[in-house]
């Protein structure tokens, strides 16, 4: 058996060659007016053409069974594979699907090394790891050809999980949405630790109805895998409806296994280095911000409000009769107070706004593109919180100064210390009170 080297250009594999042939005909079948391409493949009484886009102008009527190929650079019909079978047609079918198997594994690897090598690249250009995560899943969706993706998170307290970002502008929606660990399609994953597709959602009891219903999304497929790093479990990732429509494969699991795999890695340590980050910008009592990042936002905001002719608030605030909670209760009744509070101020203001445990017992409270009159009634939000809340026989009261940039300074140092002035100017006058600056 004679073997051309142009018979590896061939990119046509089936299992039954009349079953899978475009043409079928005799051997005086006219030819000259057929063009052939790597898939097409004429079968014939006495011959077998497989085409390599190229014109095939003829027939040479053998005995045997024949498979020809066109050099690529040629004009005329060149080489040859002989078979004194069908069986021996076959084995060279079966080995070509596997050098095509190959081939594909090759293109696959290439294009999960695509994806690594571009969240890696995000990872060492950005600090911000919902950029790295974002940059990551765009890739990953762009790869796999799915219409939407959706990230999520563990929170280990809980044991559940939490979306942190979607390609959907739906965020808000999903904000309230928890997923218990074992629940629901992620919740599956995160227990089992293993990936999954699933391509009728509408037959599988695991899928949450809920998800679809506070987005308006209509879920079809979908494919999960687990985000693991160092061992922990701290994420799934879910790949929605593909673009085309058609099912999702095993070579897509695959190769999404393979890119969560590494992938993981990098978005774990990402995760890490921002939770680090975060802990140098907190109070270690209340998790409020600390005065270190409350200056600094407040300096950033100011910024921002001088370029663009905006304004800003800053609320400064200390609790009445603090004192007495440590003297007759102690110091770890003091902090348990303090924790209560925090919250409350939290509570009541925006969730753009930036919360901070200023020292002891003071807080403070910026407001990006509010006056010191619209924070007014944030103020008084706080203030009615803490009176509503005793602490034992303790009645808790709060004076507060509300001080404003451009009205009242242009400095941090400045709206800073209008807003204290105000505060203590309520709180040597009548205590349980709002006082805004001068």
Known sequence: MGIHKNLLNILWFGEVPRKYARYVGSSQTDLSALTLFSHD????TDVFYIGHQSEIKGIIPVDDYYVYTRRRSGQDISGCMTFSSEKEFRLML?????????KESERILSRNYEVLNHVTTSAINLSDPDVIMREFMNKVQTLLNTRSWSLLLLNRERNALYFRMTNQNVRKKLSKIEIPVGRGVAGWVASTREAIIINDVGTDARFLQEVDEATGFETKRIMAAPLVGKGELFGV???INKDSGKPFTED??????TMVKYGSIILHNALMFNEMEEMTKRDDLTSLFNSRYQNWFLEESIKKATQYQGFLSIIFLDLDNFKSVNDNYGHLAGSSVLVDVAQLIKEAVREEDVASRYGGDEFTVIQPGLTAEESRKYAEAISRSVCNYNYRDIRLTVSIGIASFPE????????LSKADKAMYKRKMNQKNGIEIAE
């Open 41 to 44: 493949i004429i079968i014939f």
């Open 252 to 257: 897509d699991l695959d190769s999404l296994r």
């Open 237 to 239: 990732i879910e790949l």
């Open 408 to 415: 009242h300074g242009s400095t941090t140092e400045a709206i």
């Open 94 to 102: 079966f080995i070509e699907k596997k050098l095509m198997k190959l």
